[in-house]
């Protein structure tokens, strides 16, 4: 898919549905985030359309982009959620999302989250480690009440990822080695206050080839027919997320009908409820950050954009050294190559190196592609900088999903000592 097919120029002008980015700019102040509400409902389509004929839940994985109105709209959709944490249970409960549908994961569950989502009543545990097991074991015991658990398996294969965002291999952190885990599953069978009730897998993220998967999940069919077999019964099978999105560098992406069918084709006929936990793909390409140009710095050797966006708002290409389209939100008649900057300092703080794009000057405005998924999430007030605001549109209308907060509230943040 293009990189911008939810942000088309109509005449001259980028739009996010029918709302022009420019006019937003005049009320928003840069950088913002801005998203689409239908490309989130078309994302979410695509899956819900791809699974059916499979008795499955799609828990949109929170951390991707935990704005409670965007968990809204997909609580609307019919999503359930993936979550990591405390704070991602209550963002989930809180936007709507039913506890029946909340999946919660993660290799360092503390004793009060693992209280607060038994009192809740979740969905499952996805359970990473063997004292993690234990440990759960021993509250549920203590609250008098049953935790459904899923064991996360490590298939060691290779995901062909980023190295920070790959999790299926043997060295990772992630899950139980996938031969090791029958032995777990019947400790598990065997200990009070749970209830075994899937299997569990994710190997990593941003995820272009799908052979990977294919490899995956056929491993972990043949850990659920042992596990049958030998009278552990699985309910459950959670294949995680991971499907990449189109960043602007590959010319397409991942096939979400042939990444159904692999787990049509190996878990289809277990019986099992399929959990499914996208996050990147419903809503990367649903969002972009609009940054404001603040100075055209011709330099010796190079020219640099610099915007009022920074590797504060948006980590990822400094972090993982992300590719992400860039565009100008007024088509220009010229193009021209930049080192497109922001202005923290550091010289990781640049989005792109060598880019040609429309040629920019002072106080035009760009956009950043693929920015609706670990972009605010991952966001901090690095250089004290105030937070980028966050905008939802849907058809002609808009909200400011979160505020940027002033510089009162940013000071507020801290306490200087009365002993100082
Ligand atoms: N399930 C589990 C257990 C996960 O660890 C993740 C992502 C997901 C689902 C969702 O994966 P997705 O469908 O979004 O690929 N900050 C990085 C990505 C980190 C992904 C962490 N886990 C980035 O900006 O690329």
Redesign the pocket.
Known sequence: MHPLPYFPYVGQQMHVEDVAISDLAQHVPTPFYCYSSAAIATNYKRYSDAFSGLDSLICY?V??NSNQAILATLAQLGAGA?TVSEGEIRRALAAGIKAEKIVF?GVGKSEQEIRYALEQGILQFNVESEPELERISQIASQMNTTARVSIRVNPDVEAKTHAK?T?GKAENKFGINIDLAPTLYQKAASLPGIEVTGVDV?IG??LIDLAPFDLAFAKVAELVNTLNAQGIHIKVIDI????GINYGEHSDEPDIITYAQHAKQHLGNLGCKIII?????LVGNAGVLVSKVEYVKVGQVRTFLILDAAMNDLV?PSM?D?YHHIATVSKKAEQATYDIVGPVCETGDTFAKNRAIGQCEEGDLVAIMGAG??GAV?ASHYNSRLNAPEVLVKGQEYSIIRERIDFDALLAMDTIPSWL
């Not at 995680?240 to 499907?243: H, I, T, Y």
């Open positions: 994985a951390k991707a993936d994961a965002i999790t994710h993220s941003q995680g997320g991971g499907l936990e996208p996050g990147r793909s990822r993982y992300a998924a670990y991952m």
